[in-house]
Antibody, heavy 118, light 109 residues
Framework: QVQLQESGPGLVKPSETLSLTCTISGASIGNYYWSWIRQPPGKGLEWIGYIFYLGTTNYNPSLTSRVTISVDTSKNEFSLKLNSVTAADTAIYYC????????????WGQGTLVTVSS | QSVMTQPPSASGTPGQRVTISCSGDISNIGSKYVDWYQQLPGTAPKVLIYRNSQRPSGVPDRFSGSKSGASASLAISGLRSEDEAVYFCAVWDDNLTALFGGGTKLTVL
C-alpha cells in the first residue's frame, strides 16, 4: 500500500517560493508518476504537474512558468517548488501517485495547507 | 473555471439512487476516459471510478460510472449517510493535462 506524506512550511510570504516535499513509502519510486494537486480552501481541485523517476516532467500550462517538480530517488521523495507566490496560491497541496496504465490518481497524501501572507 | 461542468449540489434520502453529471465537449469527455473522485469532509480525495466505469478494489458496487457522448455520470444506489461528500470528475486532455470538474456536494437528507 502506497503511503504519501507532504511536508514543508505552512506559511509563505508573497513573491517568495513555496517548497514542499512528498515522502513515499510502501512503493518503488519507479512504479508511478508522482503528482502534485492543489485545492484552495472550499474550492475545487487543480492539477499542478507530475514527474517520472527518471526526471521527465509535465506541468499544467497555467502554472508552467512558475513550477518545478523534482525527484530524489535516493530518499524516495519528490518535491514541488512554486515561485513568485501570491494569495491566490493559498491552498491545500496534495501529492499523489498516478498509475501508468490507467492514468488515475491511485493514492493521495493527506494534504498540507500552505497560506501565502505577509 | 472548469471546462467540465458539474452541478454544484445534489441530494437524496437514505436508500435512494442519485446521479451526478459531468458535462464537457468532444475534445475532453467526448474522447477521453473519465475518472471520479470522492472527497469526504476534511480528507483527501479518493478514486471511486476510473476509465469511465471501472471500480478499484474496495469500492462498493453501489457506485457506478457511465459515459455517453460528451457527458459522464456517477450513480450511487442505496444511498447512505457516509456517502455525503464532494464528488469530482476528471479527464486528461491531449496535452496530458489533468482537468477536474468543479465538484458536486452531495447531501444525504
Amino acid at each position: 500500500q502506497v503511503q504519501l506524506q507532504e511536508s514543508g512550511p505552512g506559511l509563505v510570504k508573497p513573491s517568495e517560493t513555496l517548497s514542499l516535499t512528498c515522502t513515499i513509502s510502501g512503493a518503488s519510486i519507479g512504479n508511478y508518476y508522482w503528482s502534485w494537486i492543489r485545492q484552495p480552501p472550499g474550492k475545487g481541485l487543480e492539477w499542478i504537474g507530475y514527474i517520472f523517476y527518471l526526471g521527465t516532467t509535465n506541468y499544467n500550462p497555467s502554472l508552467t512558468s512558475r513550477v518545478t517538480i523534482s525527484v530524489d530517488t535516493s530518499k524516495n521523495e519528490f518535491s514541488l517548488k512554486l515561485n513568485s507566490v501570491t494569495a491566490a496560491d493559498t491552498a491545500i497541496y496534495y501529492c499523489a501517485a498516478l498509475g501508468f496504465r490507467d492514468l488515475h490518481f491511485e493514492e493521495w497524501g493527506q494534504g498540507t495547507l500552505v497560506t501565502v501572507s505577509s | 473555471q472548469s471546462v467540465m461542468t458539474q452541478p454544484p449540489s445534489a441530494s437524496g434520502t437514505p436508500g435512494q439512487r442519485v446521479t451526478i453529471s459531468c458535462s464537457g465537449d468532444i475534445s475532453n469527455i467526448g474522447s477521453k476516459y473519465v475518472d471520479w473522485y470522492q472527497q469526504l469532509p476534511g480528507t483527501a480525495p479518493k478514486v471511486l471510478i476510473y476509465r469511465n466505469s471501472q471500480r478499484p478494489s474496495g469500492v462498493p458496487d453501489r457506485f457506478s460510472g457511465s459515459k455517453s457522448g460528451a457527458s459522464a455520470s456517477l450513480a450511487i444506489s442505496g444511498l447512505r449517510s457516509e456517502d455525503e461528500a464532494v464528488y469530482f470528475c476528471a479527464v486528461w486532455d491531449d496535452n496530458l493535462t489533468a482537468l477536474f470538474g468543479g465538484g458536486t456536494k452531495l447531501t444525504v437528507l
